[in-house]
């Protein structure tokens, strides 16, 4: 039997492939582009009649429609691997909830733990001549999940990308239950946080002048990384290689420029390694099908071992907040969450490790309370009761703000606490020496 035949065996309505999903079930709902859409709305349909259906997914880019049911907490929970906007406003509405757990880690979590996978639905990219279904840019930890999945259900989209990599990046017919062809509405975009500001782009001046020629690189989340890949555009830098843990539009312009080789990596030469990718629609075209591209498990790509391995790894990451002790929390602002561990921490940890290698967290020094319009610091005495610690004061290197660069690495107290106020706002650095000294991590000394 073809190919083609097995996939039209298995082809059904959404209808009739979602409704296998009973009370108490854990539905998967993939990963980020790979959310499904036409299932969505059917199992929408549905959910007022069940109970207790605990859903999983993560970084969502559009609302999903069983978030817009009449008390979708009488009936759901959505559990994330990673919060975006959307996920937080579902916190206060009570049925969305974090899963904590350090993103490198998903696929063994999957594979060895006890909660089921009672049914895993996602959006796949055609399937190919060879009976394989792409993940598209959702590599992740996909496959892992769908090893562990009692029914798996592929909605066909023909706008996803088709994303090579070499291993786990898609699924084949026999392992499929059921194939519902989707609408072809186009994939989720993530879309930029608005143009550079000012303080953007003076923070990605400081950093890039870190960067040498030959460095391979990692860009986090958000408008201050993205500057920076601007920059790095726009730069003289040369021979840069890539692997990262989310795939995002700056690559693309960096590619575009002529700055991206690999050609000075150890492993994986000549290739850019992601484990996912969101963004606009430049970057999926990007993508697909380009085999200087290798979409790989996130197990692989967030592998302290595998970072390590790298000569000058370079790694930019947002935090939101940082206190004198060189604690970073990049989850939280206190108890108001904000998105989650991510793979920041073994970005942190690889970069250090690799030979001429470089961890930096990056952060605006000040920014704008909504609530009383005040100008208040990022760089605080210590994190606010309830804020989450992704980097202990252990792990961080180098920290930038529009004000400077410092290597915390080593320094004891009083001189990381130091380092960390001369790139604090001016109008806040006394404010910080007087809270320094009273938590008796503060040296008199000649810049005081």
């Known amino acids: 039997m073809s190919f083609q035949d097995i996939y039209k065996q298995k082809l059904v309505s959404a209808k009739e492939a979602v409704s296998v999903i009973k009370s108490g079930d854990w539905v998967d709902y993939g990963w980020t582009t790979g959310t499904p859409d036409v299932c969505d709305q059917e199992i929408a349909k549905r959910l007022p009649e069940l109970e207790d259906v605990k859903f999983r997914g993560g970084i969502l880019l559009k609302e999903p429609e069983i978030f817009k049911i009449d008390h979708p907490e009488k009936h759901m929970t959505w559990n994330s691997w990673h919060m975006g906007g959307i996920e937080r406003k579902a916190i206060a509405r009570g049925f969305s909830f974090y899963s904590p757990i350090r993103y490198s880690e998903l696929p063994r979590y999957y594979r060895e733990s006890k909660d089921p996978v009672d049914v895993a639905v996602f959006q796949v990219a055609p399937m190919d001549a060879h009976g394989y279904f792409n993940f598209g840019p959702n590599a992740s930890h996909m496959a892992a999940m769908c090893e562990k999945a009692k029914v798996i259900i592929v909605e066909v989209n023909e706008n996803m990308p088709r994303c090579l990599g070499g291993f786990e990046e898609g699924i084949h017919i026999k392992d499929v239950t059921h194939v ?9 975009q993530l879309k930029g946080s608005g143009p550079a500001t000012e303080v953007d782009i003076a923070v990605a001046k400081q950093i890039v002048e870190l960067i040498p020629n030959g460095a391979c690189l990692q860009l986090g989340i958000g408008g201050m990384p993205n500057a920076v890949g601007s920059l790095i555009a726009q730069s003289d830098l040369k021979n840069l290689g890539i692997h990262t843990e989310m795939y995002v539009d700056a690559f693309v312009d960096i590619a575009k420029a002529g700055k991206i080789t690999g050609l000075n990596k150890s492993i994986d030469k000549g ?16 993508l697909d099908n380009n085999p200087e591209c290798m979409s790989a498990p996130v197990s692989y790509t967030n592998d302290i071992r595998s970072i390590a391995a790298l000569d000058n790894f370079i790694s930019i990451n947002n935090a939101v907040n940082v206190d004198l002790f060189g604690q970073v929390s990049a989850e939280s602002a206190g ?4 998105s989650g561990a991510g793979g920041q921490l073994d970005f942190v940890l690889g970069a250090y490790l690799s030979n001429g290698g470089k961890s930096i967290i990056c952060l605006s020094s000040t920014f704008v309370n909504k609530k009383t319009g005040k100008l208040e610091s990022r760089i605080i005495p210590t994190l606010a009761n309830g804020s989450i610690v992704t980097d202990t004061r252990a792990n961080i290197h180098y920290l930038c703000t529009e004000y400077g660069c410092v290597n915390l690495k080593g320094l004891t107290a009083w ?14 650095r006394q404010q910080l020496i007087d809270q320094a000294n009273a938590m008796h991590i503060w040296k008199n000394s000649n810049n005081r």
């Open 180 to 188: 519902v062809e989707g609408n072809n509405s186009p994939i989720g």
């Open 415 to 428: 001189q990381k606490a130091e380092a960390i106020i001369s790139v604090a706002h001016p109008d806040f």
């Open 335 to 338: 108890i108001k969450h904000i």
């Open 271 to 286: 290739r850019q390694v992601y484990a996912f990718g969101a963004g606009t629609q430049k970057l999926y075209d990007y």
